[in-house]
């Protein structure tokens, strides 16, 4: 019989896994240590430009994700913000915890990240502002080349800080992080 339940217990391990893998939008993080060893951590789903029905390429911003609306930063999931150290985001004071990160992509390149207090929900429907940490202002530019699947990132600065990227189509919107002191 304990066999049977150890054989049992694998299957059903494989299965989520595969299922996982199978997914349109596949799981991703971003993480990123400090020179303390205090940690971000980023857990995401990874969209691609590609409709997973068709395989035809679609136009995401504007058109898939709207303007001037909260967007959950990927798909399924929401995507979770988790943070052991207090931060400073954008000039933004975040104290460490777990948070939901949205953001609000504007055709003038004005973008929001929005932190939210609420966690553990599906992506869509957005909570509301209501449970909003802080809106934060967001730099954009334009990427070099097409980046195919979206992607969060981290590029590391000098000392405590660092640059948290979102990367998708030919958009790249980023805004500074560091440990706030």
Known sequence: MKKVSIVLSALLIALAALAQQQRPSPP?????????????????SRP??????????RVIYGQLVPWGEPWRAGANEATSFTT????????TKVPAGKY?????????GAWKLIINKN?????IPYPGAASDFARIDMKTSKLPSTVQQFT????????SATKLNLDWENTRASVPIQEAK
């Not at 052991?84 to 000039?91: I, M």
């Not at 969060?152 to 000392?159: A, H, N, P, R």
């Open 84 to 91: 052991d150290t207090d931060l400073t985001v954008g000039g």
């Open 152 to 159: 969060i990132s981290f590029d590391k600065g000098t000392g």
């Open 48 to 57: 691609k430009i590609n409709d997973p029905k068709t395989g035809q390429a």
């Open 119 to 123: 966690t553990g929900q599906w992506g």
């Open 100 to 108: 939901t990160l949205y953001v609000q992509p504007e055709q003038n």
């Open 28 to 44: 991703g993080t971003a993480d990123f240590s400090f020179q303390d060893g205090k940690k971000i951590m980023i857990a995401y």
